[in-house]
Nanobody
Framework: QVQLVESGGGLVQPGGSLRLSCQFSGSILEYYAIGWFRQSPGKGREGVATSYNGGKETAYKHSVKDRFTISRDNAKNAVYLQMDGLTVEDTGVYYC???????????????????WGQGTQVTVSS
């Protein structure tokens, strides 16, 4: 069983930054893919950034690629999402998720992940 807890959300002005943290516990193996997803008002849940292949590879949603950075610290059982240059379109609930299969076949797709945190709210507004 895997447990994930997100933190670091909040209210920020456009152009600002936030750093989200995902603390995981339980039977975590280094090859697990850990991803960040978000659900904006009126939209479905979408993949934002993922660390997979034991942390050797990353994947990003196109619209955040030059602004968000995912990082992973297996020793601390944590994954982080540094978000810079935030826009109102980045508003939403951000979730981290774990894929416990040995090979992640779809880094940014929700169907590939089997454990989810409760989410943390990010609001970008002036």
């Amino acid at each position: 069983q895997v447990q994930l807890v997100e933190s670091g959300g909040g209210l920020v002005q456009p152009g600002g930054s936030l750093r989200l943290s995902c603390q995981f516990s339980g039977s975590i193996l280094e090859y697990y893919a850990i991803g960040w997803f978000r659900q904006s008002p009126g939209k479905g849940r979408e993949g934002v950034a993922t660390s997979y292949n034991g942390g050797k590879e990353t994947a990003y949603k196109h619209s955040v690629k030059d602004r968000f950075t995912i990082s992973r610290d297996n020793a601390k059982n944590a994954v982080y999402l540094q978000m810079d240059g935030l826009t109102v379109e980045d508003t939403g609930v951000y979730y981290c998720a774990a894929d416990t299969l040995p090979v992640n076949i779809a880094p940014l797709e929700t169907f590939a992940y089997d454990f989810w945190g409760q989410g943390t709210q990010v609001t970008v507004s002036s």
